[in-house]
């Protein structure tokens, strides 16, 4: 059975209520919009970039100083990193980090923040498996979540689960999730997160279901349809 990091949040499977995940904090002030609502975690998209972490959703469009989304194009600037993001946090709580690319370009970055704010607690969740491998090789304080965007995705990390006894969970999107799925993953002592809730039907379904957190960009909203 997978074991968190100690002092972990993810002590118990099947935390009720859910933890609630403040998606997507890429500015102090989303930062402070969160913490205000009371947030469990804070959530953000990292890249490694000239050796530094950036916060942001955008793929970069290289070699032009371009990022894009689906539907824009702006110029790279200068962009919140980790260290910041913690400053920012102030031990109001805890960090999940959604690491899109960097493999061992990770361990110094996530080690020196760690370092530099004693305390802090980090979970890291990606689809990148090579990096989860360097990930839970190298820092036994961090918790690692598998993260899960499409089906079969899924289906793989179902099929080789029961053989990998190192990640603490599951981070998947949220329509993929079932009943049996989420207690399978507790069987196992996975923790399970549900993202990206924004309706208070579905955040309600989930906890029903026993999800341990779910992702949200409106984590008020989700907290007060769970009564917590």
């Not at 099947?14 to 403040?22: D, E, L, T, V, Y």
């Not at 260290?83 to 361990?107: C, M, P, Q, S, W």
């Not at 208070?200 to 949200?216: H, K, P």
Request: aromatic letters at 8%; one cysteine or more.
């Amino acid at each position: 059975m997978p074991r968190p990091a100690i002092g972990s949040p993810w002590a118990d499977v099947g935390h009720a209520p859910p933890f609630i995940i403040g998606h997507r904090a890429n500015s102090t002030r989303e930062i402070a919009g969160f913490l205000e609502a009371g947030v469990d975690f804070i959530e953000m998209d990292l890249w490694v970039h000239h050796g530094r972490f950036e916060s942001r959703h955008e793929r970069a469009l290289y070699p032009l100083p371009l990022l894009f989304e689906r539907w824009y194009l702006r110029m790279r600037s200068p962009r919140f990193d980790l260290t910041e993001t913690a400053a920012a946090v102030d031990g109001r709580a805890h960090l999940f980090l959604d690491l899109k690319n960097g493999r061992k370009g990770v361990i110094p970055l996530i080690r020196a923040t760690l370092r530099r704010f004693p305390g802090l607690h980090i979970s890291a969740s990606s689809s990148d498996w090579p990096t989860l491998r360097v990930l839970y090789d190298n820092l036994d304080d961090v918790d690692v979540f598998y993260s899960m965007a499409v089906p079969e995705r899924l289906d793989l990390f179902l099929s080789v689960i029961e053989r990998d006894t190192r990640p603490v969970g599951l981070s998947c999107r949220a329509t993929l999730l079932t009943p049996a799925i989420i207690e399978r993953m507790h069987a196992l002592g996975l923790r399970v997160v549900a993202w990206t809730v924004d309706e208070r039907d579905q955040a309600r379904r989930l906890a029903s279901w026993g999800v341990d957190a779910i992702t949200t960009h409106k984590p008020a909203e989700i907290r007060e349809a769970l009564g917590s």
